[in-house]
């Protein structure tokens, strides 16, 4: 609680409608950034549940594999549509 503008145990038990204006927006530009905690949180836990191979399992990624054997490259008529040629065979 040493964050908070009023962090005495006296203080800390004062009713918001006894406290000044100067230190209900110190109180409330407190709270706002619980906010960026909880994003920051929330993003760490979904990446930490998606690179966990135990809930890769669970999903059915099976990870970077090939999936259809050998990549022959664009299909012809993406090249002709965008002006270019196969140079790699």
């Known amino acids: 609680m040493s964050h908070l503008p009023f962090h005495?145990?006296?203080?800390?038990?004062?009713?918001v409608a006894d406290l000044t204006e100067e230190e209900k927006t110190a109180v409330c530009d407190v709270m706002a950034k619980g906010d960026h905690f909880f994003h920051v949180f929330t993003s760490i836990s979904a990446g930490a549940y998606y690179s966990d191979p135990r809930c890769w399992k669970a999903l059915g990624?099976?990870?970077?594999?090939?999936?259809?054997?050998?990549?022959?490259?664009?299909p012809k008529e993406v090249l002709d549509q965008?002006?270019?040629?196969?140079?790699v065979e």
């Open 61 to 74: 990624y099976v990870g970077n594999v090939p999936s259809g054997g050998a990549f022959t490259g664009p």
């Open 82 to 87: 965008l002006g270019l040629k196969q140079t």
């Open 8 to 15: 005495s145990e006296v203080q800390r038990d004062l009713r």
